[in-house]
């Protein structure tokens, strides 16, 4: 089965950066766009960025300027670099991933999330 797993949070002063990376693992045949979401306590978890095959990406506008999303599809792997990080910043981040495993099968898969915390 596929699997998603971010890396890459943790704990970081307002104005630090972090790169997060995702990793898919399992039977793939081709993964399409790969996305990036976050919930803070008491939100609704929202879209950060996106990137399609193609390397086409999407920001919020929360992020724009701030964020770079980037993909290795050699490595099943996509990155989001964030730089300038504002204690507004801080959530789970949440990886997911449309995925083909077999010709006949697209999904999409979901990460476990990884905590990102922007100190004052």
């Known amino acids: 089965q596929v699997r998603l797993v971010e890396s890459g949070g943790g704990l970081v002063q307002a104005g630090g950066s972090l790169r997060l990376s995702c990793v898919a693992s399992?039977?793939?045949?081709?993964?399409?766009?790969m996305g990036w979401y976050r919930q803070a306590p008491g939100k609704q978890r929202e879209l950060v960025a996106d990137i399609t095959r193609g390397t086409k990406t999407n920001y919020a506008d929360s992020v724009k300027g701030r964020f770079t999303a980037s993909r290795d599809n050699a490595k099943n792997t996509v990155y989001l670099q964030m730089n300038s990080l504002k204690p507004e910043d801080t959530a789970v981040y949440y990886c997911?991933?449309?995925?083909?495993?077999?010709?006949?099968?697209?999904?999409?898969?979901w990460g476990q999330g990884t905590q990102v915390t922007v100190s004052s």
């Open positions: 399992g039977f793939i045949v081709t993964i399409y766009r």
């Open positions: 997911n991933a449309d995925i083909a495993m077999t010709i006949e099968r697209r999904d999409v898969y």
